[in-house]
């Protein structure tokens, strides 16, 4: 069996040492190596090459999302996913971090079980935990009035979208799993899935969090409007 590839990137020793021990602990993930700086992690991301990095956001020198940038933007490590570990009290870089790159993120404080979880969901190259968590996110940080954090860059352009494929990102930004897009718009998981994979080639993201961000950079949806 192949197992996943994982770096783990906190600036406390405590926090990382406890995150690669219960990463380590499962049978199909491997820690290949641990930072403690944005710039220890984007060296050691080139050398190891990881599946996913486990990313934390503050840090001594360089931060997490100037890590994530770097990496995300690295041709040779188009294989690698970024998955913030983040606190509450970080909930407002979140976006930065997704705009950057990142594939997802998680909570300090979430359950060993969700932690390992939300790596194998990164790796397979789904979005957060669920794409009901990205809403969840973008509408709170949306309501702390800092939603100027959608127009710090040039929306990507949408025109190469069908009508279908306009339809189904809208969906995909409102927190709707393909399963559940699927049904509402009766076609099968698999036609949906297509319809996901389409969008993201044509819109140039690597995963579903890209293609949230991209929604709502276009105005299709709304922070806090259903």
Not at 42 to 47: P, S, V
Not at 93 to 107: E, K, T
Not at 197 to 217: F, G, P
Request: a negative charge; glycine letters at 6%; aromatic letters at 4%.
């Amino acid at each position: 069996m192949t197992k996943v590839s994982v770096l783990v990137v906190d600036d406390q020793p405590v926090i990382r040492a406890a995150v690669a021990g219960l990463i380590a602990h499962e049978a199909d993930l491997d820690v290949v190596g641990e930072a403690s700086t944005g710039e220890d992690a984007l060296r050691k991301a080139q050398r190891l090459r990881p599946d996913v990095v486990v990313m934390d956001v503050r840090m001594p020198e360089r931060d997490g999302i100037w890590a994530t940038r770097q990496i995300c933007a690295d041709t040779d490590l188009s294989g690698t996913r970024v998955l913030i570990l983040t606190t509450f009290e970080d909930e407002a870089y979140v976006v930065q971090a997704l705009r950057a790159g990142a594939s997802g993120f998680i909570g300090k404080g979430a359950d060993p079980e969700e932690i390992v979880a939300a790596v194998r969901t990164v790796h397979v190259g789904e979005a957060l935990l669920s794409p009901r968590a990205t809403r969840a996110l973008i509408d709170r940080y949306s309501r702390t009035d800092q939603s100027a954090a959608f127009s710090s860059a040039p929306p990507v352009d949408l025109g190469a979208l069908t009508e279908r494929e306009t339809e189904v990102l809208v969906m995909v930004a409102q927190g709707l799993s393909n399963a559940q897009i699927a049904e509402a718009l009766v076609i099968s998981p698999l036609t949906a899935k297509t319809h996901v994979n389409r969008i993201m080639t044509k819109v140039s993201a690597h995963d579903r969090a890209q293609l949230v961000i991209a929604a709502y950079e276009n105005g299709l949806v709304r922070p806090g409007v259903e």
